[in-house]
């Protein structure tokens, strides 16, 4: 669409004019072509294109998934109503993983054959990652993953928007040494691939580079409720520090039963890799004062993107929600997607991951992130104290650190 | 390993470790007896057994919601009133059940799994469209955090306490009830022989829905209790219904003292187990102690010793 040009183009203030009504106008200008941005079939149409969403939205993982599910739908919300990708509205196509690993693997498998859609935002648990990525594999679709998980993984086809361990692991672990004079650390982890690995590479990391000791590993079967053997050992060893990635509904009984027996954060260091605001609802603020958590996002993060987002989804989710680490993940999925389709000016799957390297968000209610070649994202690493309200007064932040999945002399 | 320790600590160590096997051993107990009353007497799988548990939990985290609106005054006290009316409110729904289910299924026990199972579906779900999917706890009052602290690395505490009180109160009231009552001879009457008992005159209907109604509303108790030791969401009782056969099948199914003992060996070798070696091993050592002992006593610790019916 081309506007009427003033005579006094020269004059800087018209100059300016002019091209806010160029933008303005390539705004109303007909999206491409779909011929031009969608050569490989995928369910795209002149004014649309559908995407996946693949979630537990019944079982045990609900409880955790459920956040990621509502960020993921804020975010869309939010690109649909600034005009869409590549001028086309998104569709969402919701599927139910139910917290069951073949699920996952069939829905994948159903959104990106019967389906054909452009993306897949999705899964929480590594298992579930771990079933869908052979069907992402052989399809070529792209997953936007949420979760802080082990590493020890990479593929074309995933974009881990979380952190990988070493990420969240080691500058967590050199904070609370340095800070409170740590020697001795106690492990404690429920008994699945997540936790075992990352207490693997936080021994190695407290060994080797710290110099410290580990008096104690332990791991709990998932659903665990009762802890009473453990405390008392605790009690016996007294490490400076507990190092704790318990999760699901044992976290709620492992900390209750820890304030119950006078170890609160007063008495004892705790830093624990597996709390959020989300995981704070059910233990209760009074029960974790004084812990910390090592996580790139809190919801108390003070900065104007953070702020706009926390209102953004208390006004679409009610004013009791909370946000925590892997909902805020959540939200960078469809934004990154964005970004990448725009840049590739294409939906392929093939140029979305070309133009995936190096791509940077500056509206994330994080901070700045780029990803790596890798697909992992550059993150900060926050220490957050928990108050008795339920949110984290934010003590530490590291620089922007490099994803490493597969870190050397940690395995 | 104690080599490193003065006597005292080990002292300290030792009784605490005592204690975390009795509010184990009282946490299962709870779990075992309503499911003993419906099991072990009345002959029908409940697998919804857990789910009841919950709602008597959720029970809980409703009057605690309540008691913040509407009268935050009555906070210290709402806890002791609100298990009765997770007792109360389950026995209802126990007794609804029954009406509806249960009482066309008592020839065919097999049956009963499977559609107390869908039950357990049905209660799942309504608590996640009730309740939403997230755990919930609900406000504990004051004196119910924290422990006794009788001397120096020496804490005992008081929500372990108050379960292992509230877990011997109920097991009395229902050895009471079971062997001194009126309803409790019809019970045993029925249980032993149910064609005699209705010759008799006994109401055996009547009788049948108030032993469900009450198993269920132990299961109240059980599963408000256990609001001060984890949270509730809407598959927690997935969580508990393992536990709570194991105590039973392993006690032999219809006597109450077979699930008290039971219930207090098992804990007893777990929280012992788990303190020598570590969690999950500590779990497996103890569920392999309960198969060997199984084979060697097919019919549990105390068989049952009536005909069947």
């Known amino acids: ?411 | 390993m104690f080599s490193e320790y003065t006597t005292e600590e080990l002292q300290n160590i030792f009784m605490m470790q005592g204690f975390s096997g009795l509010s184990l051993f009282s946490v299962l107990l709870l779990m075992g007896l309503g499911l003993a009353l419906i099991f072990g007497q009345m002959g029908v799988i409940n697998m919804a057994h857990g789910e009841f548990m919950a709602l008597g939990a959720y029970t809980v985290y409703f009057c605690s919601t309540l008691t913040e609106q509407y009268a935050p005054a009555f906070g210290p006290y709402y806890f002791i009133c609100a298990i009765g009316i997770a007792f109360l409110v389950c026995a209802l729904v126990g007794a609804l059940v029954e009406f509806l289910m249960i009482r066309h299924l008592y020839h065919r026990p097999l049956d009963t799994l499977l559609a107390t199972w869908g039950l357990s579906l049905i209660m799942q779900q309504t608590y996640r469209s009730l309740f939403g999917a997230r755990e919930v706890t609900p406000t504990l009052p004051e004196w119910l955090m924290g422990s006794f602290n009788l001397k120096e690395g020496l804490d005992i505490p008081i929500n372990g306490v108050f379960v292992l009180c509230l877990a011997l109160l109920v097991t009395l009231v229902m050895i009471l009830f079971m062997y001194k009552s009126k309803f409790g001879l019809r019970l045993r009457a029925t249980v032993q022989n149910r064609k005699m008992s209705s010759a008799v005159g006994i109401n055996t209907g009547k009788v049948d829905r108030l032993a469900f109604s009450l198993g269920c509303g132990i299961a109240g108790i059980a599963g408000a209790a256990f609001t001060t030791i984890g949270s509730t969401g809407p598959d927690s009782g997935s969580r508990y219904i393992v536990d709570a056969f194991l105590v039973v099948v392993f006690g032999g199914a219809a006597n109450m003292l077979g699930c008290v003992a039971s219930a207090f060996g098992i804990a007893q070798a777990q929280s012992i187990l788990e303190f020598f070696l570590e969690g999950t091993k500590g779990k497996v050592a103890t569920l392999l102690v309960i198969v060997i002992a199984l084979m060697f006593r097919p019919q549990g610790l105390f068989p049952s010793k009536v005909r069947g019916h």
Request: charged residues 20%.
């Open chain 1, 1 to 411: 669409m081309i506007r009427t040009t003033p005579s006094s183009l020269s004059r800087l203030g018209h100059a300016a004019l002019a091209v806010a009504l160029l933008a303005a106008g390539s705004l109303q200008a007909a999206p491409p072509p779909t011929s031009e941005v969608n050569t490989t079939g995928l369910a795209v149409t002149d004014t649309t294109v559908t995407v996946g969403q693949l979630h537990s939205a019944t079982g045990t993982m609900a409880i955790s998934e459920t956040g990621s599910i509502q960020a993921e739908q804020l975010a869309i919300d939010q690109i649909n109503a600034a005009g869409g990708v590549l001028g086309r509205q998104i569709k969402v196509i919701k599927e139910d993983g139910a917290s069951d690993w073949p699920t996952f693997a069939e829905k994948a498998k159903k959104l990106l054959v019967s389906d054909k859609v452009g993306t897949v935002f999705g899964c929480w648990t590594s298992a579930s990652r771990k079933a869908v990525l052979p069907v992402f594999e052989k399809e070529n679709g792209m997953l936007y993953y949420p979760t802080f998980y082990e590493g020890l993984e990479q593929s074309k086809n995933v974009i881990y928007t979380g952190q990988e361990a070493t990420q969240q692991i080691l500058a967590g672990i050199d904070w609370i040494a340095k800070e409170k004079k740590a020697k001795t650390f106690y492990l404690v982890g429920s008994d699945y691939i997540w936790p075992r690995t990352s207490m693997k590479i936080a021994r190695k990391h407290i060994e080797n580079v710290l110099k410290g000791t580990v008096v104690g590993e332990e791991f709990y079967a998932l659903g665990s409720t009762s802890f009473g053997s453990l405390i008392n050992k605790i009690k016996l060893k007294k490490p400076d520090v507990i190092y704790a990635a318990v999760v699901g509904g044992s976290n709620v009984s492992f900390y209750k039963q820890l304030a119950a027996a006078g170890i609160n954060g007063t008495k004892q260091t705790l830093l624990t890799i597996s709390v959020t605001e989300d995981e704070v609802l059910g233990i209760g603020g009074e029960n974790l004062a004084g812990f910390y958590s090592a996580m790139k996002y809190f919801q108390s993060l003070d900065n104007p993107n953070n702020k706009e987002f926390v209102a953004a989804f208390k006004a679409k989710y009610g004013a009791a929600s909370v946000i925590g680490d892997v909902t805020q993940a959540g939200y960078l999925g469809p934004w990154l997607w964005k970004a990448a389709v725009e840049k590739a000016g294409s939906f392929d799957i093939d140029k979305i991951v070309a133009a995936s390297p190096d791509l940077e968000l500056k509206t994330a209610p994080e901070g700045y992130v780029k990803l790596h070649p890798n697909h992992h994202l550059w993150s900060k690493l926050r220490i957050g104290q928990w108050q008795k309200n339920g949110q984290a007064k934010v003590l530490y932040e590291s620089e922007l650190i490099e994803p490493n999945p597969f870190p050397k002399g940690y395995q």
